[in-house]
């Protein structure tokens, strides 16, 4: 076993030998001592006085130099599933269970319609007919449903194998739960009261709310984000920046998803129109490096899906804002707090 012998720097400091155990010490206070273990050169460690903490020189110190963040994925494109049994033939629910619905032949075709409009979004480089660098890929995240894996295989067509980066199949994004075998004329009911309850807290028997759903897909945001900001999506060492997310959910999931993106109200999500099958919608990287509703829609055309002033307000800061920058401007709370002089805010 190695002894170590610390040496006091003057003759104030207290005098120690160290072999095991400490043989002397007085009080709190240290100086500067040597240490020599064996026979490396001595390195000098400065104990401060009063906090117990040892400061160690910087001899053969060397920096850490760390890579530069991974570029963000260029779009995050939202896509709602084809045409579904369900959706011509509710009594199906009481028949399949609600993950088995599988899609109709209609929606087949609108799914592969939807692939080949997003690659066609994509060679596409801001609406110029340049083509971007040939290095895009897509990457896929999928509700496990059936007809959301049969809307991903349809969509899939317009991609060959080298286009496509990886898939998951994320729970998380599954529909609404509505209780397991529907019962037809009770859903009709339970969803007059939801109108009546509220849309976003209302609870089906035996199933979940919006607002149960808003909290699986927040855990599923932290995921995602996790993998943005680490660069899951590409092997080691590259660093495309036309990288392409595709979530493919539901006409719900995917609302409370923009919604928890964009921190929208309950009353806001509330103002929603549902996506209708085989729909996008594309969150797409700003000039400061934000996704916004605002660079791939017109102002039209999120009108229509209902975002009102204020939400298109943000959207539009939201273009051009850096990742840590803050909307100072707060529409939503001036006009929350009525009492507030225009332009004045409280952050």
């Not at 045409?83 to 929606?107: C, H, M, Q, W």
Request: net charge neutral; hydrophobic share 30%; glycine share 8%.
């Amino acid at each position: 076993m190695a002894t170590i012998f610390l040496t006091p720097a003057s003759n104030s400091a207290p005098t120690a030998t160290l072999s095991g155990q400490l043989l002397r010490r007085k009080s709190n206070c240290y100086n500067t001592f040597k240490f020599k273990c064996c026979h490396k050169t001595a390195e000098t460690i400065h104990l401060h006085q009063g906090n117990g903490k040892a400061g160690f020189s910087e001899k053969g110190h060397q920096d850490i130099h760390r890579d530069p963040p991974p570029p963000r994925p260029r779009r995050i494109i939202l896509v709602r599933h084809g045409e579904s049994e369900g959706n011509v033939d509710e009594s199906a629910y009481t028949r399949v269970a609600d993950p088995k619905i599988e899609l109709t032949e209609k929606g087949k075709a609108q799914s592969e319609e939807c692939g080949r409009r997003i690659r066609q979004m994509i060679e596409q480089n801001d609406g110029d007919g340049a083509e971007l660098d040939d290095d895009w890929q897509v990457y896929f995240y999928v509700s496990p449903y059936t007809r959301t894996l049969q809307t991903l295989q349809f969509l899939g067509r317009a991609f060959e194998p080298s286009r496509i980066a990886g898939m998951t199949k994320e729970p998380r994004l599954r529909e609404q739960d509505f209780g397991n075998f529907q019962d037809r004329e009770r859903m009709r009911v339970e969803k007059a009261v939801r109108l009546l309850y509220g849309r976003f807290f209302y609870r089906f028997p035996n199933g979940e709310s919006a607002a149960d759903v808003y909290d699986r897909i927040t855990g599923f945001r932290e995921t995602l984000r996790a993998d943005i900001d680490h660069g899951r999506f590409q092997p080691p060492g590259h660093r495309s920046q036309n990288m392409n997310i595709v979530i493919v959910s539901h006409g719900l999931t995917l609302r409370v998803f923009l919604m928890r993106w964009y921190k929208w109200t309950v009353e806001q999500f509330e103002g929603l129109n549902n996506l209708g099958n085989g729909g996008i919608i594309v969150m797409e990287k700003g000039y400061g490096g934000r996704y916004s509703l605002l660079v791939h829609h017109t102002e039209e055309e999120l009108r229509e899906f209902g975002l009102t002033n204020e939400m298109l307000i943000d959207q539009e800061w939201q273009k051009y804002a850096r990742l840590e920058d803050i909307n100072y401007d707060c529409p939503l709370l001036n006009s929350f707090f009525t009492h507030l002089d225009d332009g004045q805010c409280i952050i």
